[in-house]
């Protein structure tokens, strides 16, 4: 089994309407062209550094599809339900509050980083 998430380069004043929509648009055709948003960029660097998502890396991971979806504004994952997995999810947090993101949990409809809270879902 595992579950997805979508890290987004939203404002942090942004709404959960705002964010699901962001992560729809993402998750479409019709997203943005150009170049990633250099919080984006950064925030991938610094996932692949720890869990490399090239599908010809050998060794454990915690994606289940390699690579990472990566656009302009975001980097969407689906992950194992594995410790692994678990710390992915853990490192994908602390990465998105480094840089200033927010991550977005589709199955839940939860939003973390909105508002700059790192704490626990946003409504």
Known sequence: MSFDLVVLAA???????????M???CAGRSHDGGEPD????????DLR?????LSTHEGESPWVTRPLAVGVEHVAMS?????LGDDAV???LQLAQKHGLVVY???ADEATGLGGDYAGPAD
């Open 38 to 45: 250099p919080r984006i960029a950064a925030f991938h660097g």
């Open 49 to 53: 550094a720890a869990f490399p998502d």
């Open 23 to 25: 992560a729809d648009r």
């Open 79 to 83: 992950i194992a339900h594995t410790p």
């Open 11 to 21: 404002g942090t004043a942004a709404s959960l309407d705002d964010v699901r929509a």
């Open 90 to 92: 853990e490192l994908v």
């Open 105 to 107: 949990d589709p199955q």
